[in-house]
């Protein structure tokens, strides 16, 4: 299969053509029986075949005329002719006749004398009838028909006949039996749908479809009998791939072909490296279709390309500027007429009268995207492509891929857009080691030029990161450790949790030493890098670092001092910086001033110092008269007042709850709890029940009190997605709540929620717990929120979601589709925008909520 033959199936000889014909069949027998059946007495009826490049147009028309030359009942008295789609020659209906006798010449071989004839009626006013007349006659005198296989029958031929020439053409089918026409076209025909055209009633025409999966398996299948068996590709190994890009090439033919070529060059590769193989083949095929294009198609193409589903004229007239100007939709409308008449895009018929359009070949939008679109629009595709391994995939190869990968990266041939992209594809992956992703990364780097790659680093060690958080969570420390470790170039994030991960290794002076390397800090890392070195005494390194930050408040740069200066022990000075820092807003001054009083027992003195800073200015009244009323909460002393504070005072009304201090720690209650995977279930009961003893009897201790809630939340989501039992889950949810209203449990409340049939508040809350994680990535508990309420058949409660969220859709686009399906009576358009790639998805994501409606009833 070279790439002439792709391009240009008449190159193949004879037997290779017919031998490797395995697709199309019914088609060919069907047009092959009614030319077999016909005698052409009479004139018969002639066929077009319609179909978008790369569906076999050319194949089909050659495999008839060869099958025409091969029969005996035919070959007597049928010439099969065959006019590719490079026969430019041919643009009148007189050079057309002038052809066929220059084509007669060569198969009676006349030495050119039926065209030399027509010298004769050269400057006759009737010298294209008089050509034709003559044709007729010599097919006569020699008792033979001739049937034409004209290729690219529309743009090539019949796009410029005169209007004249084509009322005549209309007459000769009408009457001569001599001449039978078997036509394909890649653009649409006018001509053909319209009742008042002359050639409506003349042809039978015949579209050609994308290849479904077993046509797709029986068409590599066969081309595999002609391979020799080293290199042949093992078809069911291989399945996952296949499926995949067979839907994403919408079947086309030709696009197929150059798949297989890519499996057989490189039997352990991925789809989406496969997928950008075969881009590249087709890239000068798609360059130049779009080239070809006007500039106001082109802008139109590009809008409806980076759109992906189909759009309306409207929508892509508001996305087009001419000198600062919005094109007008009715332009747009008939440049889009023109697109469709040429197959380059669909009309999707609606309800309405505004209808709407998508690229007519899903590949050649694909292409486009990765081609032209911004990082986003690439995302889009390879996210697509990603989806559907995920529902598709069955191959173990991976490891084989990845050193074959290798190893093209550092032949110096491979694409580097190419290397990059899959690069980026495998850093999303979860299927590769850390320590092959490096290698890939580092021989990626070396092949691009600067600037190129420069974010790939960044996002390699954001996967790191990501890697050492699952380990960390899984309890394998050490193991986070050393993934963390092997970042280069780490950023202040990056040792912080380090330093976390030692400390809970319970390797402190480890984490000591980290916590040294970290360079100047952020105002959203102090409160990180505040807890930690207070967890390993750095205190001077704290202070250093908190007089650096920028923007951070004065008086919250005071309330760090004071805190440091109250574990150093140096109270006199903690004292001066926390009353300082009592006109913030932060409640934990006070506590923290709490604390400095349980150390000194001297409340005159710090409310000597409140006064001061009141005297002075640097304190409120209120903040005062607030400081005050929190100490005899505490301490049963009468404290004096001056006038302004007193009056004050009466207006603060008596606090109703008392804080609780965080002075013991609760007993040591560990079970196989934080993670809900390795629950037993056996000793759940017993597990809570001691987590609410050692709550009840014990002061609490905010670090158990999180232990405590993780084992509840742990054994919520148990209920939740292993057991279904609403009652259970309810109990749960219920004492997280009571342990903590204001941190939200989110994703589990909004579950809870549907579960028990509460809608009013799931719009405001899911927008507020997933769909930041969703757009970083992680899209399991938004899937399984939206899937949920499907089966509960709210189906305008999702429709508002992914309103009141711009992009949601392109994150969970099989669910959209599946909510459309739904929708369908009442928003009909929608769902036509879909692609075929996506039918399959949604059809199990459809089978997906019939059994949430099971398990969640």
């Not at 009479?42 to 147009?57: A, D, N, V, W």
């Not at 796009?159 to 007459?171: M, Q, T, V, Y």
């Not at 148990?718 to 903590?740: C, G, P, R, S």
Request: with cysteine.
């Amino acid at each position: 299969m070279a790439e002439t033959t792709l391009y240009n199936p008449a190159t193949l000889n004879r037997q290779d053509l017919i031998s490797n014909f395995v697709v199309r069949t019914k088609i060919f027998e069907r047009i092959f029986s009614d030319i077999k059946d016909s005698d052409m007495r009479h004139p018969e009826k002639h066929f077009l075949i319609q179909g978008q490049r790369g569906m076999g147009k050319t194949t089909l028309l050659l495999r008839l005329k060869y099958e025409v030359e091969r029969e005996d009942s035919l070959r007597e008295w049928v010439i099969p002719v065959f006019f590719n789609e490079e026969s430019y020659d041919v643009n009148s209906l007189s050079s057309f006749w002038e052809k066929l006798l220059k084509y007669l010449d060569d198969y009676f071989d006349t030495d050119g004398e039926f065209y030399e004839y027509t010298e004769k009626f050269v400057d006759s006013e009737d010298y294209e009838r008089l050509c034709f007349d003559f044709l007729i006659e010599k097919l006569r005198e020699r008792s033979k028909k001739l049937i034409i296989f004209f290729d690219n029958f529309g743009e090539l031929f019949l796009d410029n006949l005169r209007d004249k020439e084509k009322r005549r053409l209309r007459e000769i089918l009408i009457d001569c039996n001599d001449v039978r026409i078997v036509a394909a076209s890649a653009v649409v025909i006018n001509d053909f749908h319209d009742y008042s055209e002359p050639f409506f009633q003349y042809f039978q025409i015949i579209y050609l479809e994308g290849l479904n999966k077993e046509e797709t398996y029986e068409l590599i299948t066969k081309l595999q009998q002609d391979c020799n068996s080293e290199r042949q590709i093992d078809i069911k190994k291989h399945k996952a791939k296949i499926d995949t890009l067979t839907v994403l090439t919408g079947g086309v033919i030709r696009t197929i072909m150059m798949l297989y070529q890519v499996l057989l060059d490189d039997p352990n590769g991925k789809a989406l490296e496969d997928l950008e193989k075969v881009l590249d083949k087709v890239t000068p095929l798609f360059k130049h279709r779009i080239e070809d294009l006007p500039l106001q198609q082109r802008r139109i193409v590009d809008v409806i390309a980076k759109k992906w589903d189909a759009v309306s004229a409207k929508e892509i007239a508001l996305e087009i500027r001419e000198d600062g100007r919005k094109m007008q939709t009715k332009l747009v409308s008939a440049q889009l007429a023109q697109l469709e008449r040429n197959n380059v895009i669909e009309k999707k018929g609606t309800t309405t009268k505004n209808h709407l359009y998508q690229l007519r070949e899903r590949f050649f939008n694909i292409w486009y995207l990765m081609r032209n679109g911004d990082r986003r629009d690439r995302k889009r595709v390879a996210w697509l492509t990603k989806f559907l391994e995920v529902w598709y995939d069955d191959d173990d190869s991976f490891d084989a891929f990845i050193r074959n990968h290798i190893q093209s990266l550092r032949s110096g041939k491979f694409i580097p857009s190419s290397a990059l992209l899959i690069a980026e594809a495998l850093v999303n992956s979860d299927k590769i080691d850390l320590k092959k992703l490096d290698g890939i990364i580092e021989e990626t780097s070396a092949i691009l030029k600067n600037g190129e790659g420069g974010y790939l680093p960044n996002l390699f060690n954001n996967k790191k990161m990501a890697v050492a958080h699952r380990k960390f969570d899984t309890g394998d420390i050490a193991q986070a450790i050393e993934v963390l470790n092997s970042i280069k170039n780490p950023v202040n994030l990056t040792y912080l949790v380090l330093a976390y991960y030692y400390l809970t290794n319970k390797q402190s002076s480890e984490a000591s030493s980290v916590i040294k390397r970290v360079k100047r800090i952020k105002i959203d890392e102090l409160n990180f890098y505040k807890f930690l070195c207070f967890e390993v005494g750095q205190y001077d390194e704290l202070l250093k670092q908190v007089d650096k930050v920028k923007g951070i408040e004065a008086l919250d740069r005071s309330f760090i001092r004071g805190e440091v200066y109250l574990k150093k022990g140096e109270y006199e000075r903690a004292k001066a910086e926390l009353v300082s820092a009592l006109s913030s807003s932060n409640e934990e001054v006070k506590f923290a001033i709490l604390e400095l009083l349980k150390e000194t027992s001297d409340v005159d003195a710090v409310v000597s110092e409140a006064r001061r800073k009141f005297d002075l200015g640097d304190l409120k009244a209120e903040d005062l008269v607030d400081l005050i009323v929190f100490i005899q909460d505490y301490y049963d002393v009468d404290i004096e007042l001056n006038s302004e504070a007193s009056t004050l005072l009466t207006f603060v009304t008596e606090r109703s709850a008392r804080f609780f201090y965080w002075s013991a720690v609760v007993k040591q209650t560990e079970a196989s709890f934080d993670d809900s995977s390795m629950i037993d279930t056996s000793k759940m009961n017993d597990v809570i029940e001691q987590f609410e003893i050692a709550v009840q009897l014990f002061e609490k201790e905010a670090d158990e009190t999180y232990r405590y809630e993780k084992a509840l939340s742990s054994l919520l989501l148990y209920y939740i997605i292993m057991t279904f039992e609403k009652d259970k889950a309810n109990q749960i949810y219920n004492k997280l709540v009571d342990l903590d209203p204001e941190t939200a449990w989110m994703s589990y409340g909004v579950i809870i929620d549907i579960w028990n049939d509460r809608y009013d508040s799931v719009l405001d809350t899911i927008l507020q717990s997933q769909l930041t994680d969703a757009k970083d990535g992680n899209v399991m508990v938004l899937s399984h929120v939206l899937l949920m309420l499907l089966a509960k058949k709210q189906y305008h409660t999702v429709y508002s979601i992914f309103k009141s969220e711009q992009g949601l859709e392109n994150l969970v686009k099989p669910i959209y589709y599946a909510l459309m399906t739904f929708l369908k009576d009442e928003m009909p358009n929608e769902i036509v925008k879909m692609g075929t790639e996506l039918v399959t998805p949604v059809e199990e994501i459809l089978q997906k909520i019939k059994q949430f409606e099971i398990d969640y009833k």
